[in-house]
């Protein structure tokens, strides 16, 4: 399975900050696997946003939640974050996630 990332690398702030991920080697909508967001500030540790499931269900990490949304794309094999809102706080390295397979990160800047 192989994961990419893929969106702009520069967000002003307050604007909705969209990624998607490509999914390879494997479908989204396979049985029992749960695809996550999960992303690093510089300086700090990984920190998990959230996922969706197999059954499309989602689940958002409760800091985040109220700006947080994960969809997918099935027909694509893909599934999209958008935070809403940003701040200089957002900025990160950004990985999708299955388990222990991870996309290579992208990063995101929050600066006008």
């Known amino acids: 399975v192989q994961l990419q990332e893929s969106g702009p690398g520069l967000v002003k702030p307050s604007q909705t900050l969209s990624l998607t991920c490509t999914v390879s080697?494997?479908?989204?909508?396979?049985?029992?696997?749960?695809w996550s967001w999960i992303r690093q500030p510089p300086g700090k540790g990984l920190e998990w946003i959230g996922y969706?499931?197999?059954?499309?269900?989602?689940y958002y990490s409760p800091s985040l939640k109220s700006r947080t949304s994960i969809s997918r794309d099935t027909s694509k094999n893909q599934f999209t974050l958008q935070l809403s809102s940003v701040t200089p706080e957002d900025t990160a390295v950004y990985y999708c996630?299955?388990?222990?397979?991870w996309g290579q990160g992208t990063q995101v800047t929050v600066s006008s």
């Open positions: 996630n299955r388990g222990s397979y």
């Open positions: 080697g494997g479908s989204i909508t396979t049985n029992l696997y749960y």
């Open positions: 969706i499931s197999y059954s499309d269900s989602t």
